[in-house]
């Protein structure tokens, strides 16, 4: 059986620490962000985001409900609000960890509240939408309404898709103003 030199081959690095720099420089930003109070912030925002759309008819998600709205655009609208809100938190939270954090406390307050709601908004398929329309015309919003008139069965409807536009507009106002009132430390 031949004999092979594997002297060359590196495995393990000659220092172990360096596997570990990583997960440490995370487990420091971590202490660093629950420290300065960015992470109790970021989880009570994700509450109240979620309480805007587990609040029914009182929530932000029926504002300005009317003849066009129907079971499906409200479901429709939900799902858009939860697209919004994970937009805003991404462009706007300090870092990585709180913007989790924050995404976190949503999702977990409505899947305990109404886990109906949580089953909608996590559709990948419509969520995958709004994404791919975002990617291709960055903070576009008549881009994000043209896929709510689809969504809604209302697809290359003019009025629809500006209503679309109009609602995505005034959920990232929402979304934007009620992120700034809890002044995440940068």
């Known amino acids: 059986m031949p004999v092979f030199d594997d002297s060359d081959m590196k495995i393990v690095p000659d220092d172990p620490s360096e596997v570990f720099d990583t997960g440490e420089g995370a487990a420091n930003a971590f202490a660093r962000e629950k420290a300065n109070g960015n992470m109790e912030k970021a989880k009570c925002l994700g509450q109240d985001f979620a309480a805007e759309i587990t609040a029914g008819e009182k929530g932000i998600v029926w504002f300005g409900c009317g003849e066009y709205d129907d079971e499906l655009t409200i479901a429709q609208r939900q799902v858009m609000f939860a697209y919004i809100i994970n937009k805003v938190i991404e462009d706007m939270a300090p870092n990585s960890i709180v913007a989790q954090s924050a995404l976190s406390s949503f999702y977990e307050t409505v899947q305990s509240a109404l886990p109906e709601v949580y089953e909608r908004i996590t559709d990948s398929a419509a969520f995958s939408m709004y994404i791919l329309s975002d990617r291709a015309a960055p903070d576009d919003p008549c881009a994000i ?6 969504l809604c069965g ?4 003019a009025l629809f898709e500006r209503y679309g536009c109009e609602l995505a ?7 934007t103003q009620l992120l700034l009132r809890i002044h995440l430390i940068r």
């Open 169 to 175: 507009e005034y959920f990232t106002m929402y979304c």
């Open 145 to 150: 309404g043209r896929v709510f008139a689809r």
């Open 154 to 157: 209302h697809g290359k409807e």
